[in-house]
């Protein structure tokens, strides 16, 4: 996978401060180096779920202390379901309401925490903002148009 210069960090700091406790600084940096060999070694089809689940099965130097998310992600939930109507509205409005769906739901993303170190209502309210500006590669679409015109069913993940 071609990982961005923001995941690496993002995924090193995650994994650092998981293994923090650890005392034993030798350990926590052959760690690490594990983290990163799985990085260097991802094929370019490997998508960064599939490389966060490699590393979750390291075995890590101390257990791993991860924040419980339950909270924050009920949070996140409740703010869009709220956002819902205004959403459904925003879409059927639009001249190409598939295409402004898609873009839409890019915002959901960053609301991912697997993916992101701190997600901020301020910036997921301002990307929802920014979709309207926003484009989609006219290729892939029209790629993603025709494969769906042609499909029985479909998979958004």
Known sequence: MNI???????????EEAGIRACLDEHQKAEYLKDVMRIMLEADPADTM?????????????VPRSLPDYAKIKTYFNTI???MEPMLKNAIEQEVDPLS?????????????????DHV???????????VKEET????????FLSQAANSSS???L
């Open 80 to 82: 869009l379901l709220e």
């Open 4 to 14: 961005s210069s923001r995941c690496i960090l993002c995924l090193l700091n995650k």
């Open 136 to 143: 989609l590669d006219a290729s892939v679409y029209q790629r």
């Open 100 to 116: 402004y769906a898609l873009r839409l739901s890019r915002c959901g993303n960053y609301i991912d925490f697997g993916a992101m």
């Open 49 to 61: 779920p599939w490389i966060s689940d490699q590393i979750r099965q390291l075995q890590p130097p």
């Open 120 to 130: 901020d209502e301020d910036i997921l309210r301002s990307l929802l903002k920014q």
């Open 154 to 156: 479909a998979l958004s």
